[in-house]
Structures are given as C-alpha cells and as structure tokens.
Nanobody, 122 residues
C-alpha cells in the first residue's frame, strides 16, 4: 500500500514556473515507477511524465517535452515535477501515481494521490 499526497500547485502567469511535489508513504516506494497525470475540465485524465524506480529512465508526453522535468528522491520518498514556460493549456489538476510496471497508461497505475490544481493565466 502506498499513500500519495501532492503539493505545490497554484496560480501562475503564462511563462512562469511551478514545482509539484508528491510525498509518498508506505512500503517500497523506491521500487515503483512514478508518474504524473493531469486532467483539465471536461477532458480525460492524461499522461504527463513517468520515471523509473531507479530514476534512470524518464518519459514525457510530447506537449511537455523540454518544459517539464520529472525527478525523484527515493531517500525522501518524494517525486517532483518541475514545470517551466507554462502555458494556459497546462491548466489542470495534476495527479501523481505509482505503478509496479514501467508504463504510461493510466490503467497501469495502482495508487493515486488526490491531485493539486495548476492554473496558468494568459
């Protein structure tokens, strides 16, 4: 069992930056693939980024490549999403999630946080 709590969301102007954090508790955090997803109003929840348990492999959806960076601190049981050059279309609730497999699909993630709102104004 893994519990996840996101923080760091907020309101930012276009071009600004935010860093999201996801604190994990429970067993074996360091063995999980961690992912970030987002859900905009009226849209499906979509994959944003994921990081392998060791941190050696990351993957991003095309729309955030070069602007978002996922990282993790296994000693501190935390995963981060650094976001720069934010755009209004990045506005969404951002969720972190944990998976026992290396995947980008929503169904592959077993544990989910409650989400944190990111709003980018134009």
């Amino acid at each position: 069992q893994v519990q996840l709590v996101e923080s760091g969301g907020g309101l930012v102007q276009a071009g600004g930056s935010l860093r999201l954090s996801c604190a994990a508790s429970g067993r074996s955090f360091s063995s999980y693939t961690m992912g970030w997803f987002r859900q905009a109003p009226g849209k499906e929840r979509e994959f944003v980024a994921r990081i392998r348990w060791s941190g050696s492999s990351t993957y991003y959806t095309d729309s955030v490549k070069g602007r978002f960076t996922i990282s993790r601190d296994n000693a501190g049981n935390t995963v981060y999403l650094q976001m720069i050059s934010l755009k209004p279309e990045d506005t969404a609730v951002y969720y972190c999630a944990a998976s026992q497999i290396l995947t980008t699909t929503r169904a592959g993630y077993t544990y989910w946080g409650q989400g944190t709102q990111v709003t980018v104004s134009s």
